[in-house]
């Protein structure tokens, strides 16, 4: 079975970067083959897509972090990586990495299979 777990959230000032990382374990057939991203789920409001990467390096952003956000990975590690920059109040929610084991990934209004417990992002003015 597939596993994620996400590190990295925390509370961060207006302005400020954090870095979230996703360690999966997936079946060795699939090392470094797999769709892998970044969903999000503000307070009161519905989980929105924000990155994925495909296993050929292909990237989408959602509109709203384009520019600040960056989404990587290792595949010698199945690791994938979020750089936020330029942080505010809009980015504040609950963070979830996904994956899915098809080498391209979906729209970002599609979610993926298989998902990690979370880490919390909060910004403050």
């Known amino acids: 079975q597939v596993q994620l777990v996400e590190s990295g959230g925390g509370s961060v000032q207006s302005g400020g970067s954090l870095r979230l990382s996703c360690a999966a374990s997936?079946?060795?057939?699939?090392?470094?083959?797999?769709?892998m991203g970044w969903f999000r789920q503000p307070p009161g409001k519905e989980r929105e897509g924000v990155a994925t990467?495909?296993?050929?390096?292909?990237?989408r952003y959602a509109d709203s972090v384009k520019g600040r956000f960056t989404i990587s990975r290792d595949n010698a590690k199945n690791t994938l990586f979020l750089q936020m920059n330029t942080l505010n109040s809009e980015d504040t929610a609950m963070y979830f990495c996904?994956?899915?084991?098809?080498?391209?990934?979906?729209?970002?209004?599609?979610?993926?299979?298989?998902w990690g417990q979370g880490t919390q992002v909060t910004v403050s003015s």
């Open positions: 990467i495909d296993s050929f390096g292909t990237t």
């Open positions: 996904a994956a899915d084991l098809v080498p391209y990934c979906p729209g970002l209004r599609n979610p993926l299979k298989y």
């Open positions: 997936v079946p060795g057939y699939f090392h470094g083959t797999i769709c």
